[in-house]
């Protein structure tokens, strides 16, 4: 009995020193795997971007020169010229543009604005033109997070307003949306190849 419990602990022992010595899977093995596994997205074509007004206000709040909500900011995807024929070509004459490229732009006011003397509520709201060579058609419509102008809905648009075009001097190779101060407030500064135009907002 005695060899008999012998062995047994002999084997017992064996059997732990072996689980021991196995080599352990890699845990930078497993997530290099994971990785591996999720793909990353490549770099857009036309880059998603963002206007603040105040300019620069996330800035300004971090050196403590401004203080409560920005007053309006705009989301937008930047498309490049990339040497094509923009206005006419690319982008048709008469026809509703998301105002960018990807998701339709949206604009979101934090507090009460004018538009062409009407009061716009704060909030979000898609922006669209319909551009032609001497004017655009500015759109602001209530149906936000939105593909392109695919689905764009009439019956949902808040305010039209018409703007004249402004040739530029020089190209201007990536789609722009800016804010500029104003004696009354801001005016949106839009400019994409040789063309631009500017939609004033009043804000109380």
């Known amino acids: 009995m005695k060899r008999i419990s012998f062995v047994i602990t002999v084997l017992s022992f064996s059997m732990f020193?072996?689980?021991q010595t196995q080599t352990p899977i890699s845990t930078t093995a497993a997530v290099s795997s994971q990785i591996q596994a999720s793909k990353v997205p490549p770099l857009d074509k036309s880059p998603m971007d963002m206007s603040y007004y105040p300019v620069d206000y996330p800035i300004l709040k971090t050196q403590d020169k401004v203080s409560g909500a920005p007053l309006m900011r705009?989301?937008?995807s930047r498309p490049q010229k990339d040497n094509r024929e923009i206005f006419g070509g690319l982008v048709e004459y008469n026809k509703v543009w998301r105002l960018g490229?990807?998701?339709?732009?949206?604009?979101?006011?934090?507090?009460d604005?004018?538009?062409?003397?009407?009061?716009?509520?704060k909030g979000r709201y898609t922006?669209?033109?319909i551009p032609t060579e001497t004017k655009w058609?500015?759109?602001?419509?209530?149906?936000?997070?939105?593909?392109?102008?695919?689905?764009?809905d009439e019956k949902k648009d808040f305010?039209?307003?018409?703007?004249?075009?402004?040739?530029l001097a020089s190209p201007v190779?990536?789609?722009?949306?800016?804010?500029?101060?104003?004696e009354k407030g801001a005016e949106l500064f839009i400019a994409w190849d040789t063309a631009s135009v500017h939609v004033p907002i009043e804000i109380k």
């Open 17 to 19: 020193v072996s689980a």
């Open 74 to 76: 705009v989301v937008y």
């Open 101 to 111: 490229a990807n998701e339709a732009t949206e604009i979101e006011f934090f507090k």
């Open 113 to 121: 604005a004018i538009i062409a003397g009407k009061k716009v509520p």
């Open 127 to 129: 922006l669209y033109a």
């Open 137 to 152: 058609t500015v759109i602001l419509n209530k149906d936000t997070d939105t593909w392109g102008a695919f689905v764009y």
């Open 159 to 167: 305010l039209r307003t018409d703007v004249n075009v402004q040739p």
């Open 173 to 182: 190779e990536a789609f722009s949306i800016s804010f500029n101060k104003t």
